[in-house]
């Protein structure tokens, strides 16, 4: 039996993987918004909007990697549901496998969905590689998510409070946290955390003044040399409580090794190059961190 093959159903899943690896050129974003798909009998922006969720899935259980096993009850009830999901399309053989870890006695069970009949179109295999994704995203983070006993939800929708704490729960071995020094505001407490090997990092800041962000923004600078002539930018923020506020560091270029960490008051939109007038915390990365 011969099935009919549509050939704009490959070329939408070269443009959907386009845009999940390297985004739309003008040339990609015109074909997709004015080709006519109503012969796959799809919606496209669903289609896309499935691609993104995927990818961000596999990026962010690929990020925090842990070699911490799924729990059988919890492996044998997905495996359940990928029967019952795919029943209705197409015969499934489900095995088991062992992939050797890193080290040498670690072993991570993983289920292997395989099919004994014609390749999966891609919409079949998009709904395996979400699947995938989920179950990534358990096995690389289930001690982070769900070791500690906090629940924190669907990670695309994690505040900034939330993902601090996955960071520092996470303790990249060289993460430093040290505490802000007051300089020009004498109110302001709280620390800063980052890791260079992560180019991550949060700012917490608790009594530093609020800005109005069209007179005035806060700037971030990280310094590889305390000396350093030029700093590196860290991104310009706003504060608009004099409670906690949790701020994420956005260096603007690879930091090699913070040594050092001031914020300056700024212009809306901040500046290329401070003058450093106005520094109201530091924060200098001892030799012991």
Not at 133 to 161: D, E, R
Not at 233 to 262: H, L, M, Y
Request: net charge negative; glycine share 6%; proline share 6%.
């Amino acid at each position: 039996m011969s099935i009919e093959h549509n050939p704009l159903s490959d070329r939408l899943e070269e443009l959907l993987v386009s845009f999940v690896t390297e985004g739309f050129n003008d040339t990609e974003q015109t074909e997709f918004n004015q080709t006519d798909w109503s012969t796959l009998n799809l919606d496209p922006q669903q289609e896309l909007q499935q691609f993104e969720r995927s990818a961000a899935a596999f990026a962010v259980a690929f990020d925090h990697g842990v070699d911490k096993s799924l729990p059988d009850e919890l492996r044998r009830k997905i495996l359940d549901r990928a029967k019952t999901s795919f029943a209705g399309t197409q015969k499934l053989h489900v095995g088991e496998s062992v992939v050797r870890g890193f080290a040498p006695t670690t072993e991570i069970r993983r289920e292997t969905v395989e099919s004994v009949l014609a390749p999966p179109s891609w919409r079949e295999g998009l709904a395996l590689l979400a699947m995938a994704a989920c179950l990534a995203i358990m096995v690389f983070n289930w001690n982070a998510i769900f070791g500690t006993g906090k629940s924190y939800g669907p990670v695309a929708q994690l505040s900034v409070a939330q993902k601090r704490a996955l960071f520092i729960e996470s303790k990249p071995a060289d993460l430093v946290n040290v505490a802000w020094i007051q300089n020009t505001d004498k109110d302001a407490k709280g620390n800063i955390a980052w890791s260079d090997s992560r180019q991550e990092g949060y700012m917490v800041f608790d009594g530093l003044d609020v800005n109005d962000p069209t007179v005035n923004q806060y700037q971030l600078w990280i310094f590889e040399d305390p000396n350093q002539p030029y700093p590196i930018d860290g991104g310009v923020f706003d504060v608009s409580s004099t409670g906690e506020v949790i701020v994420p560091i956005d260096a603007k270029i690879p930091v090699d090794k913070a040594v050092q960490f001031a914020v300056t008051v700024e212009k809306p939109g901040g500046v290329v190059v401070s003058e450093r007038k106005i520094i109201p915390v530091l924060a200098v990365v001892n030799s012991a961190n």
